[in-house]
């Protein structure tokens, strides 16, 4: 059985402690470990002007296995 992993969108600035903590703490259950990645936003071109998309952080959480996140 494998174990459950979600994935969110996070602040650049936290790191994987800190989200941990944070989602152990929003929905009641025990996390085993936690991946990131950063991406840098896109340039996009909208008729004669560039503009950038905002770069972004997303975290990968894996839960004990047996628990799982109750969204619905």
């Given at each position: 059985l494998a174990s459950p992993q979600?994935?969110?969108?996070?602040?650049?600035?936290?790191?994987?402690?800190?989200?941990?903590?944070?989602?152990e703490q929003a929905f009641g259950v025990e996390v085993v470990g936690v991946n990131t990645i950063r991406s840098k936003g896109k340039v996009k071109t909208m008729r004669r002007h560039t503009g950038k998309r905002a770069d972004f952080k997303k975290a990968?959480?894996?839960?004990?296995?047996?628990s799982q996140i109750d969204l619905f």
């Amino acid at each position: 059985l494998a174990s459950p992993q979600y994935s969110f969108l996070v602040d650049i600035k936290a790191n994987k402690i800190e989200i941990a903590r944070a989602v152990e703490q929003a929905f009641g259950v025990e996390v085993v470990g936690v991946n990131t990645i950063r991406s840098k936003g896109k340039v996009k071109t909208m008729r004669r002007h560039t503009g950038k998309r905002a770069d972004f952080k997303k975290a990968f959480v894996t839960l004990k296995p047996g628990s799982q996140i109750d969204l619905f």
